[in-house]
């Protein structure tokens, strides 16, 4: 979606009309990539052939503001219809939230355009820019978590490993904690205390992620 800014902002510093944009935006996205003959099966042209870069839900708003476009209507509105929503803090629940959000967002950018006058171009451009920045983040967020995930991973492990290097080393935990009382305790309370540790843990983790979609 980021890109899909850029290239807006793009067309519209190289001269195309706000009419015209979606048209181009269609003809990138939403027609069918050329025949794969090689994969087709020789002779026979692939026409179920899928488009690259957009998914379904983007597909179907830009359908939409194609079609608004078309008609002469408030692109915006249809692109608000299509999300489904009318804000961008609700449109990032559910599936495909945040493509719904940014296209909630865009939608907001052409309707302060229109209200203040400001150039078009140059307010899709900053939005991009602010898009890139939001994904250089969720980037970094994600490297940061990499480590705090592997621990939850060992951590949630290591007491099953330690059961094998006992058995390795010529000890029968089994007979101690299937055996005894209090080896059956020792065994729940480690098997609860496990599952408790994973859930807290995991749920640390999402809370340092911080999404909200």
Partial sequence: ????????AALLKGGRTPARLWEELWLLYGEPREPDLAK??????NSAAPTDGLGATSLEILAAARAAALRGSPVAAAIRKGAGTGTGRSARRGPGGRER????ELAACFDVA?????????????????????DDAEAARQTALAG??????????????GLGLGVLLGVDPSTILLGTPFGMAALVAGLALTAA?????ARLVRAAAGRQW
Avoid: D, K, N
């Fill in 114 to 134: 229109e209200a203040t006058g400001c150039p078009l171009a140059e307010v899709l451009a900053r939005f991009a820019a602010h898009l890139e920045a939001e």
């Fill in 197 to 201: 540790g994973r859930i807290w843990s």
């Fill in 101 to 104: 959000a940014i296209w909630v």
């Fill in 40 to 45: 087709s099966g020789g002779g026979r042209p």
């Fill in 1 to 8: 979606m980021t890109v899909v800014v850029q290239q807006l």
């Fill in 148 to 161: 705090p995930r592997a621990t939850v991973r060992i951590l949630t492990w290591l007491p099953f490993l």
